[in-house]
């Protein structure tokens, strides 16, 4: 099955720096990457997404980038501001049938400093 | 507008006294996820439904098991909670073949 490492578990940045989050997956079946920002007791929210015919997608200060042949992803976040702070999921994902298999990274705990 | 409600936000269960938690959509979504999320970690996929037909993970213990009756509700049955299902459980749904998953609120088990 697929297999997704995410790196660091912990990051801490002064606000206004720039901050990135790198992750591998293994099944090269895999042809969507979403990610995910968790608060604290909160459902996992969709924050940005690439497919696999796509290099890079950016969202105002959010960017993803993907490297098929070497299958790792990066979501970088420039401008951080306190409400950042939060856990990051990403995840990899291919389709089951009618349904997608989403395998998730460990998660990145990304804490912006005032 | 809420889109996937969970029922209850919280529940607190003793061992082995089976327990429930639910799960409703109003996105007409075909397929409907569980995850469960233990602290710090990722959320784990259980099982999902695509309309009636359901899948499970292959490393899903058989203590846990699902009821979809319609597209709109599905449940999640803990037959016999034990200290190491505490957790958070998410629902979430998507569209037939649909990339996007939209996730529920979760429901947080506390096993005593």
């Known amino acids: 099955g697929e297999n997704v490492e995410q790196h660091p578990s912990t990051l801490s940045v002064q606000e206004g720096d720039s901050a990135v989050i790198k992750c591998t997956y293994s099944d090269s079946a895999s042809n969507y990457f979403p990610w995910y920002k968790q608060e604290l007791g909160k459902r996992p929210q969709l924050i940005i997404d690439i497919r696999s015919n796509v290099g890079e997608k950016k969202d105002q200060r959010i960017a993803v980038t993907l490297n098929k042949t070497a299958k790792h992803f990066s979501l970088h976040i420039t401008e951080t501001q306190p409400e950042d702070s939060a856990v990051y999921f990403c995840?990899?994902?291919?389709?089951?049938?009618?349904?997608?298999?989403?395998?998730f990274g460990s998660g990145t705990q990304l804490t912006v400093l005032p | 507008d809420a889109m996937v409600i969970q029922n209850p936000r919280y529940q607190v269960t003793q061992f082995g006294k089976p327990v429930t938690l639910s799960c409703s959509q109003t996105?007409?979504?075909?397929?409907m996820y569980w995850y469960q999320q233990k602290s710090s970690q990722a959320p784990k996929l259980l099982f999902h439904?695509?309309?009636?037909?359901?899948?499970n993970e292959a490393d899903t213990p058989d203590n846990f098991q699902s009821r979809r009756p319609n597209t709109s509700f599905c449940f999640l049955d803990i037959r016999s909670p034990g200290l190491g299902d505490a957790a958070m459980y998410l629902c979430?749904?998507?569209?037939?073949?649909?990339?996007?998953?939209?996730f529920g609120p979760g429901t947080r088990l506390l096993v005593l």
């Open positions: 979430a749904t998507s569209k037939q073949g649909g990339e996007t998953q939209y």
């Open positions: 996105l007409n979504h075909n397929v």
């Open positions: 439904y695509y309309d009636k037909d359901f899948n």
């Open positions: 995840a990899a994902s291919f389709s089951s049938g009618s349904a997608r298999q989403l395998t």
